[in-house]
């Protein structure tokens, strides 16, 4: 077990740039998840993903954000013409669908700085 | 719709002593409940969680919550902190697979 793994850890962008960050999850983990992290806050919810179907996107996922799991494995998170109110912690998180069901299994995170 | 209230910002206690920290939530059915802890630069990490049964329940490092439904509370406890305990604390209410709903964290400060 590996745990979850994030790439890049740190990206520093120009506004208008397009990033993508990947997550490999725990590989007999089937939920993955997706959550934005800025100063002073909890982690806010993006998009999660049973297997490779995206089962909920949260409403304040622009049409700038997507985010995929082809294979049912590792999930790539795309940010399109980037803003600086992009700038922020993205962490990635996956979910047993069996045993100790329930707790999310957080990677590191990768931060974003859009300049 | 889900929600989580961490009514302290910020938190400093003496080393040794216990520790309280407060969680409210809403949520429309039988909740889970989870507290998480986030050391600087690293990962959120589960510290206990709460599906059913005993509404006091362990964790990890010596932590403690209670699940009170009447209260819509979800406390997190120790009784003696080390230093070591300085951190950031989340609270979560979720369902079993869709997402979990975070409070926006209390920090712990521990005084020598």
């Known amino acids: 077990d590996t745990g979850v793994s994030q790439d890049p850890r740190h990206k520093i962008t120009k506004r208008g740039q397009n990033v993508t960050f990947r997550c490999d999850p725990i590989?007999?983990?089937?939920?993955l998840y997706w959550y934005r992290q800025t100063l002073g806050q909890g982690p806010e919810f993006l998009t999660y993903f049973q297997n490779e179907a995206q089962l909920e996107k949260s409403r304040l996922l622009s049409d700038r954000f997507s985010a995929e799991r082809p294979k049912g494995s590792f999930s790539t998170l795309e940010i399109q013409r980037t803003e600086q109110g992009d700038s922020a912690m993205y962490l990635c998180?996956?979910?047993?669908?069996?045993?100790?069901?329930?707790?999310?299994?957080f990677g590191e995170g990768s931060r974003l700085t859009v300049l | 719709a889900q929600s989580v209230t961490q009514p302290d910002i910020h938190i400093t206690v003496s080393e040794g002593a216990s520790l309280e920290l407060r969680c409210n939530y809403s949520?429309?059915?039988?909740?889970?409940l989870f507290w998480y802890v986030q050391s600087p630069g690293q990962g959120l990490q589960l510290l206990l969680k709460y599906f059913s049964g005993d509404t006091l329940v362990q964790g990890i490092k010596g932590f403690e919550a209670e699940f009170k439904r009447s209260q819509s509370s979800f406390n997190l406890r120790k009784p003696s902190v080390h230093w070591s305990d300085a951190a950031e604390y989340f609270c979560?209410?979720?369902?079993?697979?869709?997402?979990?709903?975070f409070g926006d964290g209390t920090t712990l400060t521990v005084k020598p």
């Open positions: 590989s007999e983990h089937n939920r």
């Open positions: 979560a209410v979720g369902a079993y697979a869709g997402k979990s709903t």
């Open positions: 998180a996956s979910r047993s669908k069996t045993g100790d069901a329930g707790e999310l299994f």
């Open positions: 949520y429309g059915a039988t909740p889970y």
